[in-house]
């Protein structure tokens, strides 16, 4: 995605990430990363996604794609 490189069960991983956050909201609001970012269990292939300027856009987008209901095949 946007020249990164993940597969779809990382994507997948992210709902449950979110569920799992690992900072307080306050900090979260504070934070220069995005939230998965921070979390020791983000998948090896999502973790380059961090050093990227649109990291927050692209966890977004990612997250959005993990919670669609669509068929894989018709998300590639």
Same mark, same amino acid.
């Not at 709902?15 to 220069?32: G, T």
């Given at each position: 995605?946007?020249?990164?490189?993940?597969?779809?069960?990382?994507?997948?991983?992210?709902?449950? =990430?979110?569920?799992?956050?690992?900072?307080?909201?306050?900090?979260?609001?504070?934070?220069?990363?995005?939230?998965?970012?921070?979390?020791?269990? =983000?998948?090896?292939?999502?973790?380059?996604?961090?050093?990227?300027?649109?990291?927050?856009?692209?966890?977004?987008?990612?997250?959005?794609?993990?919670?669609?209901?669509?068929?894989?095949?018709?998300?590639?």
């Amino acid at each position: 995605y946007q020249g990164f490189q993940v597969q779809l069960e990382s994507v997948k991983k992210l709902r449950d =990430l979110e569920k799992q956050s690992v900072l307080s909201p306050r900090l979260q609001a504070q934070s220069l990363l995005p939230v998965p970012c921070y979390h020791s269990a =983000l998948p090896p292939d999502l973790q380059p996604i961090c050093a990227s300027r649109e990291a927050a856009s692209i966890f977004k987008a990612l997250e959005t794609i993990a919670a669609s209901n669509h068929c894989e095949l018709c998300e590639n």
